[in-house]
């Protein structure tokens, strides 16, 4: 079975960066131990938001726009990791952040459905604020 374990995330200042990792264990039912992952996130009240992916294969990204030019997903194909790196952080950006993962290679504008992902981790918390 696959977990995922997320970083701890944290309070930061408006205008600040945070960087949260996912690493990656164990091995799918289908064998394979390589992933496509993403980032979403989740406020009390609303739905789960995508916010970024890449993709298994060939390491291509894809973004919401609401974090387009300000995060960047990132891994360690070798260690399973995936990293999270936030600037310019805004208090709408407060949420509690889920990694997520799966074993195939969707077409990079899919990546954004929830469904596709088959497992998830627990969630970090990040808190904007001053």
């Known amino acids: 079975q696959v977990q995922l374990v997320e970083s701890a995330g944290g309070l930061v200042q408006p205008g600040g960066s945070l960087r949260v990792s996912c690493v990656a264990s164990?091995?799918?039912?289908?064998?394979?131990?390589?992933?496509?992952m993403a980032w979403f996130r989740q406020t009390p009240g609303k739905e789960r938001e995508f916010i970024a992916a890449?993709?298994?294969?060939?390491?291509?990204?894809y973004y919401a726009d609401s974090v387009k030019g300000r995060f960047t997903i990132s891994r360690d194909k070798v260690q399973n990791t995936v990293y999270l790196q936030m600037s310019n952080l805004k208090p709408e950006d407060t949420a509690v952040y889920y990694c997520a993962a799966t074993t195939v290679s969707y077409n990079l504008s899919s990546m954004s459905r929830e469904d596709l992902y088959d497992y998830w981790g627990q969630g970090t918390q990040v808190t904007v604020s001053s």
């Open positions: 164990g091995r799918a039912s289908s064998g394979r131990a390589s992933y496509s």
């Open positions: 890449i993709r298994r294969n060939d390491g291509h990204t």
